[in-house]
Nanobody
């Protein structure tokens, strides 16, 4: 089992930065890949960033150049550094992990990000 706990959301103005954290615990060695997803009101959950085993990261077109997702392996923590935030980035952000068999997804509880002037 893997447990994921996100933190760092909040209400910010457009143009500022925010950093989300996701701390993983449990069977860390069973994780194949991790990522961040967002779900805006009335919309489906969508992928923001995926980090593979080789730590190569793929980003959604909407966040390329603005978001990065560094990993601190010593702390079992994945971050989502969000720069130049826009109102359309408003969503609940979820941390995700996929197991080695790639047949199960773990999810955090989500953290709310509101971008508004």
């Amino acid at each position: 089992q893997v447990q994921l706990v996100e933190s760092g959301g909040g209400l910010v103005q457009p143009g500022v930065s925010l950093r989300l954290s996701c701390v993983a615990s449990g069977s860390i060695s069973s994780i194949y890949a991790m990522g961040w997803y967002s779900q805006a009101p009335g919309k489906q959950r969508e992928c923001v960033a995926i980090i593979g085993r080789g730590e190569n990261t793929n980003y959604a077109d909407s966040v390329k150049g603005r978001f990065t997702s560094p990993v601190d392996k010593a702390k079992n923590t994945m971050y989502l550094q969000m720069d130049t935030l826009k109102p359309e980035d408003t969503a609940v952000y979820y941390c995700n992990a996929v197991n080695n068999k790639r047949d199960y997804n773990y999810w955090g509880q989500g953290t709310q990000v509101n971008v508004s002037s």
